[in-house]
């Protein structure tokens, strides 16, 4: 059986799972009365899903400059957004036409220039030449907002597109129980207050308006600001079904699992005038079609099927010149402005330097104000809470299952539903040894490839004998263990077996690019892994747990052959291998002994540190709200555990010292069980070295 795509239609699968039930559960809405139900219920989810809400400060609004045009007026500003935070912002005021004007908030999708683009420039010029004012604003990621400004390099370290610097700066916030998307789609409401506070601003009247990757955004807006009376979405991305997963801002965990679809959060702004612009490709299907037909039929319900349009446009996207007329009628219909023919004039676009708010065009080197990053950092620090170490076995013991309660939901483990099985495909020799190659059948669809090596029976005896065993995880698979040549002889010669296996997504079983758009480090923040991480976590799933979950099937699988010795299963990992192997030791009480090498030392790291290079499928999302990989390590206590060389958020190999300081508590447990020389957290200098610290630690009776 072919695993090309099995990781990917597994995640699929269970989405659709989600999807059918929440389709059922909209056609079962029968009347006014239970869509009001659901949209209650829908605001409810939402707000469940997003984590804590920023705090709500002093806007200190600041205006550089005004410049006059013929039919408006231009005001470059600032605002703040989430506290101590400032956001740069273009405001375009109607001169000329009754006030209080109407005014619409334009996010700024993914365009690199932001509010300067010269579309979005010209959106805001036919707003304001209609009077209704518009303030465009720059996102995280892009414009004058670089989250991770070199003045040297005068760009971005980390990536040259705000999809990349936003998820550099949102993967770690999921780690705290914090969404990027929230604090995205607070600034769009602190827009409006900003809105809400001009004199010349009618606040009954107030829209939102975005495209690209600010989809999600106005989407969620839309469901809980009851402010907006109009609103608009471009769309040319994210699947209606899955929410996305293609940019972190379409990630909130769990949001299938409450039946909650893209199409969903739009269902609480009905009855209010809405407009979808669909766009694709001249011969691709139009995205979102179950938006259109789910608004078509709660518009219908409501009595106001006028109220929402869906209009067509091919070949372009964003603020195209039919595009912004169309927006443009749609939001002066939504506020009553009467009908007023306004040809769009495609005027130049002001030069960067006009609309520029800041005196080097960056806020992270213009003004005294702190990016999300370093206000997300702070939150880190003071995570997790501290968990007292236990000073006796029975206190360590009760400790050691409250960890493991801690953790365990959040790996969201299929449940097991069959006992586990194997399909063996080839045997043959190598390395003088017997390989048995097949697949281990993990969960209903779901494989993992196997490659089992095993020491020849001896020739002076007929009687069948069980040896111990090494499961060998590394973080590129089967590949990674079978390629390392000292320890494919030195290990059988210690007189084991080894088995190595291809996790959820490595190996035979790697996600596949949809597209071969990224490289390096932009691959790894939004290549293939990536994505379906994000659409996993969407469908309550995570990439993370299925790698523990195969592991953990893998070990009862080996309890079940003949030729293993049951009370030596030894458990070796290297890189993101050595965390998979550390959660299943954890909850398997049944593995003997662990060597592990090259692992996170801590999430923490990871959310602090403004550099990290650790693959998105490694992540937990909230973790750091209860508990750290030292937390986790403390509970194979008392067995033996050696960990050798563990790295920083960079890949960096930790000092001696601070490898002990990471694994303080961990310590600590291991000495409440009076197994503190069970423990060990090293270093090494040279491959034989850490092969013999390895040996020691598996080959100990």
């Known amino acids: 059986m072919s695993t090309t795509g099995m990781v990917e239609n597994y995640i699929s699968t269970v989405a659709r799972g989600h999807q059918t039930l929440r389709a059922a559960k909209f056609e079962a809405i029968g009347n006014v009365a239970a869509l009001n139900e659901r949209q209650a219920e829908i605001v409810q989810g939402v707000r469940s899903l997003l984590g804590a809400c920023p705090a709500r400060g002093p806007l200190n609004v600041h205006t550089i400059a005004t410049h006059q045009r013929d039919e408006y007026s231009i005001d470059t500003l600032t605002f703040e957004g989430v506290p101590g935070s400032v956001v740069t912002a273009n405001f375009y005021v109607p001169i000329g036409r009754p006030e209080p004007f109407p005014a619409v908030a334009v996010f700024s999708g993914d365009a690199p220039e932001g509010k300067k683009q010269a579309e979005r420039q010209r959106m805001g010029q036919l707003f304001a030449r209609r009077g209704i004012a518009a303030l465009l604003f720059d996102s995280p990621g892009q414009g004058e907002r670089l989250e991770y400004y070199d003045s040297t390099l005068r760009r971005s370290w980390v990536g040259r597109t705000p999809g990349v610097e936003r998820s550099h700066l949102g993967h770690p916030m999921l780690l705290t129980g914090n969404r990027l998307t929230h604090w995205m789609a607070f600034e769009g409401s602190r827009a409006l207050d900003f809105l809400a506070s001009r004199p010349e601003i009618d606040p009954k009247r107030l829209g939102i308006v975005g495209d690209g990757a600010s989809d999600t955004l106005v989407r969620i807006m839309c469901c809980l600001e009851s402010r907006i009376a109009a609103a608009a979405i471009i769309a040319d991305m994210h699947d209606d079904a899955l929410l996305g997963g293609e940019s972190v801002e379409s990630t909130l965990p769990g949001v299938l699992t409450q039946g909650i679809l893209a199409p969903d959060f739009l269902l609480p702004f009905a009855p209010r005038p809405f407009l979808l612009v669909r766009c694709a490709a001249q011969r691709e299907v139009l995205p979102h079609q179950q938006t259109v037909d789910d608004l078509t039929r709660v518009y219908k319900m409501l009595g106001k099927p006028d109220r929402f349009e869906a209009a ?71 995570l997790p809470p501290p968990v007292e170490a236990p000073s006796e076995m029975g206190a360590a013991v009760a400790l050691r299952a409250e960890l493991r309660a801690r953790f365990a939901p959040l790996l969201a483990l299929p449940e ?183 692992g996170l030392s801590s999430y923490k790291c990871l959310a602090e540190r403004g550099r990290h290079n650790h693959h998105f499928s490694l992540y937990l999302p909230g973790c750091l709200k209860s508990f750290d990989i030292q937390h986790v390590a403390a509970c194979i206590a008392p067995r033996p555990l050696k960990l050798i060389n563990f790295v920083d958020q960079r890949k960096e190999r930790r000092t001696s010292e601070a490898i002990h300081s990471d694994f303080a508590f961990t310590s600590a447990m291991y000495s409440a069980m009076n197994a503190a020389e069970n423990f060990e957290a090293t270093t090494s200098d040279s491959a034989p070295e850490t092969l013999a610290k390895v040996m020691r630690t598996i080959a100990a009776k």
């Open 416 to 598: 097991a539903v069959q006992p586990v099985a194997c399909e063996v495909e080839s045997r043959s020799n190598d390395w003088g040894l017997h390989v048995e190659k097949g697949r281990i059948v993990i969960a209903e669809g779901l494989y993992a490839p196997y490659s089992f090596y095993t020491r020849p029976p001896s020739t002076d005896s007929g009687t069948r004998v069980a040896s111990p065993v090494l499961l060998a995880l590394h973080e590129r698979g089967v590949a990674g263990v079978t390629g390392a040549s000292a320890w494919m002889k030195s290990i059988p010669q210690a007189g084991f077996h080894v088995m190595a296996i291809d996790v959820p997504g490595v190996g035979e079983t790697r996600l596949q690019a949809e597209r071969e758009e990224n490289e390096g480090y932009d691959a790894m923040l939004n290549g293939p892994e990536s994505v379906w991480s994000r659409r996993a976590l969407n469908a309550g799933l995570n990439l993370f747990g299925l790698a523990v979950f195969s592991v953990l099937r893998t070990i009862q699988y080996l309890k079940t052959r003949w030729d293993v010795d049951k009370s030596r299963i030894v458990v070796s990992g290297t890189g993101r291998g050595a965390l998979w192997g550390l959660y299943a030791a954890a909850l398997e009480k049944d593995v003997s002994r662990v060597a592990l090498l090259r």
């Open 312 to 382: 067509e446009e091919r070949g372009v996207k964003g603020f195209a010149k039919f595009t912004r007329t169309r927006i443009m009628e749609h939001f002066a219909r939504g506020f009553g402005m009467g009908v007023e023919r306004l040809r769009d004039i495609e005027a130049a676009a002001e030069a960067p330097d006009t609309l520029r708010c800041t005196e080097t065009g960056q806020v992270g080197n213009s003004l005294n104000a702190q990016s999300l990053f370093s206000l997300h950092s702070q939150i880190a620090h003071a």
